[in-house]
């Protein structure tokens, strides 16, 4: 029996077009969210970077208090603005009060370069996790520990404040 030719074969037109055009817009779909996945995992290495930088300037500042022991033991690094000092750049030098405002004025210009809208301050302080840059909260309260704060810009799409705080003892 011929059944072939009673029966003529069927085409399938246009059916395998949108089957491409389907599978294509599903590639496109998961190719955006990989893209996104990619910016939001830029985005969260670079904040890494941002804290990795607060936490090394901190440990920083913390080895310069403590280079500088006798302006430490008399309080010269509390609640110090730090002001360029060029004598410390001369061959006389600088004394132990001056050495104390430059460490934080360069310290400071590190902060400001290594972070976005960086910021530091020292002081002694028993609530450490409090503050601001412009209000950074210290109670200078005796025998509370030496606290150093640093802030900066975060980027995320709010440009949250970010703080960094460690706490020493001398």
Not at 33 to 46: E, T
Not at 96 to 104: G, N, P, Y
Not at 123 to 149: M, R, W
């Amino acid at each position: 029996m011929l059944t072939g030719a009673l029966h003529p074969r069927r085409r399938s037109g246009g059916f395998t077009m949108l089957e491409i055009l389907i599978s294509i817009i599903i590639l496109s779909i998961g190719l955006l969210g990989l893209a996104s996945l990619q910016a939001f995992s830029l985005r969260n290495a670079g904040n890494a970077n941002f804290r990795g930088a607060a936490t090394q300037q901190a440990y920083d500042l913390a080895d310069r208090m403590r280079a500088n022991k006798a302006a430490l033991d008399i309080g010269s690094y509390n609640n110090q603005q730090g002001v360029q000092v060029t004598s410390c750049f001369q061959a006389a030098g600088c004394n132990t009060l001056e050495m104390a405002q430059m460490d934080v004025y360069v310290w400071n210009e590190n902060n400001a370069r290594l972070l976005p809208s960086g910021r530091g301050f020292v002081c002694t302080d028993s609530t450490p996790n409090d503050g601001t840059p412009t209000a950074p909260a210290c109670d200078n309260i005796p025998n509370s520990p030496y606290v150093i704060k640093i802030w900066w810009d975060e980027r995320t799409s709010t440009g949250a404040l970010q703080q960094f705080v460690t706490t020493f003892r001398p």
